[in-house]
């Protein structure tokens, strides 16, 4: 019912900069929160970056300063702004949102969805 696209991702040199892009398909009329997560090798999923219903940002303690999230309500994308990128931010990059949408005839419904994850490699 829902689908997420990533884009953006790929291989930076250590102070560089990316910017991916996440946008979410399907009858969506809200978004609860919408944001990144990262799973870099051996490690355990973790947050990057959310905005939630408010405009609430939050960032995870690794990336405060140097990435900024934005939301576009109208086109259902998210951007995450990666600047002064280091070797440690190498990951798999994954979007999430918590979404309502209509089903059939317009039923509503909420819902989680991940994206398929977008590499993001930062040389030293």
């Known amino acids: 019912q829902v689908q997420l696209l990533e884009s953006g991702g790929g291989l930076v040199p250590a102070g560089g900069s990316l910017r991916l892009s996440c946008r979410a398909s399907?009858?969506?009329?809200?978004?609860?929160?919408m944001g990144w997560y990262r799973q870099g090798p051996g490690n355990e999923r973790e947050l990057v970056a959310t905005?939630?219903?408010?405009?609430?940002?939050t960032y995870g303690d690794s990336v405060k300063g140097r990435f900024t999230i934005s939301l576009d309500n109208a086109r259902n994308a998210v951007y995450l702004q990666m600047n002064s990128l280091k070797p440690e931010d190498t990951a798999v990059y994954y979007c999430?949102?918590?979404?309502?949408?209509?089903?059939?005839?317009?039923?509503?419904?909420?819902?989680?969805?991940w994206g398929q994850g977008t590499q993001v490699t930062v040389s030293s």
């Open positions: 399907g009858y969506i009329f809200s978004i609860n929160d």
């Open positions: 905005v939630s219903r408010g405009d609430i940002l």
């Open positions: 999430n949102a918590d979404v309502g949408y209509y089903v059939g005839l317009r039923q509503p419904r909420r819902g989680n969805y």
